[in-house]
């Protein structure tokens, strides 16, 4: 199977955005949930976003929204990152999954992850 391929992370300054992009070819056909995920060091992984395919309904973590917008085009999901604070910093994870209820994609499908380093 194609695997989930993350990309779009860098270094950015406070209060500059990065848009991260996420391949997930198949996966649409076989998850309700597409989202994403961050962990920084010395953390626990941690949700950040989810799209649930059917609805195209979204869900935040509260430390992000308003400042970060999940989207889905055909087979790749976005993560369009806002006003970007140093802690935000972390390593973000692509998840794709099969869910019931309200989540953030857990228990299915991950990417490699690409660094997002905010400074000052």
């Known amino acids: 199977e194609v695997p989930l391929v993350e990309s779009g992370g860098g270094s950015a300054q406070a209060g500059g955005s990065l848009r991260l992009s996420c391949e997930a070819p198949g996966f649409t056909y076989t998850s309700n949930c597409l989202g994403w995920f961050r962990q920084a060091p010395g953390k626990e992984r941690e949700g950040v976003a989810a799209?649930?395919?059917?609805?195209?309904s979204t869900y935040y973590a509260d430390s992000v929204k308003g400042r970060f917008t999940i989207s889905r085009a055909q087979d790749t999901v976005y993560l369009q990152m806002n006003s970007l604070k140093p802690e935000d910093t972390a390593m973000y994870y692509c998840?794709?999954?099969?869910?019931?209820?309200?989540?953030?994609?857990?228990?299915?499908?991950w990417g490699q992850g690409t660094q997002v380093t905010v400074s000052s």
């Open positions: 998840a794709a999954a099969w869910v019931s209820g309200w989540q953030f994609c857990n228990g299915g499908s």
């Open positions: 799209i649930y395919t059917g609805s195209g």
